[in-house]
């Protein structure tokens, strides 16, 4: 049974940092593109990054290129989200995401088959 398991959410001041943690089991982690999502209240769930099976390609979301980082650890089955200079507008509830089939970072929310509980991520001004 795979388990993804989030953590390091918070409340955060606006240009201030936070870093997600998604720790993967029951799954092969290291053959598997990795990503994060994010929902805000009322509004449907988007992608925020990506990051490929060997680590070589990552995508960002157009609103957080710059900003943001994501990586991974195959050793210890975790991926990770660095987002410096918040907003506002970043708040939202993360969720870590795998898909059972693709190596390579797809974007499209119904490709996932496995998703953590996610964690809340507030922005204030």
Do not use: H
Not at 66 to 71: A, E, L, Q
Not at 111 to 120: A, E, M, S, V
């Amino acid at each position: 049974q795979v388990q993804l398991v989030e953590f390091g959410g918070g409340l955060v001041q606006a240009g201030g940092s936070l870093r997600l943690s998604c720790a993967a089991s029951g799954l092969s982690f290291g053959n598997y593109a990795m990503a994060w999502f994010r929902q805000a209240p009322g509004k449907e769930r988007l992608f925020v990054a990506g990051i490929n099976w060997r680590d070589t390609r990552t995508i960002y979301a157009d609103s957080v290129k710059g900003r943001f980082t994501i990586s991974r650890d195959n050793a210890k089955n975790t991926v990770y989200l660095q987002m410096n200079r918040l907003k506002p507008e970043d708040t939202a509830v993360y969720y870590c995401a795998a898909p059972s089939r693709f190596r390579e970072v797809v974007v499209t929310t119904t490709l996932y088959d496995n998703w953590g509980q996610g964690t809340q991520v507030t922005v204030s001004s």
